[in-house]
């Protein structure tokens, strides 16, 4: 649970430093922010896997096999 925090609290702390960055022209400080955004919603994205991959093992499982069956079709 506390990665999805972390990752809340980094996607909303990119929000402001972007929206900083864009009152006083700093486009380096606006990327920045977005960065942060992209890399907290991809943190919270991680957890939410975890979550159902606990919640679900043998889903998970099959469409692991699943992917992997088709990623070693496509490159063989």
């Known amino acids: 649970m506390s990665e999805k925090i972390e990752g809340m ?6 929000r402001v430093q972007e ?5 006083i ?6 990327a920045q922010g977005m960065y942060n955004q992209a890399a907290g919603q991809a943190q919270e994205q991680v957890a939410r896997l975890g979550e159902v991959i606990r ?9 692991a ?3 992997g069956y ?3 079709r496509l490159t063989a």
């Open 19 to 23: 929206a900083a960055g864009a009152a």
């Open 9 to 14: 609290a980094r996607d909303l702390g990119g």
């Open 70 to 72: 088709i990623l070693g």
């Open 25 to 30: 022209g700093d486009t380096r400080m606006q």
């Open 55 to 63: 919640d679900q093992p043998l889903t998970a499982a099959l469409v």
């Open 65 to 67: 096999l699943g992917l």
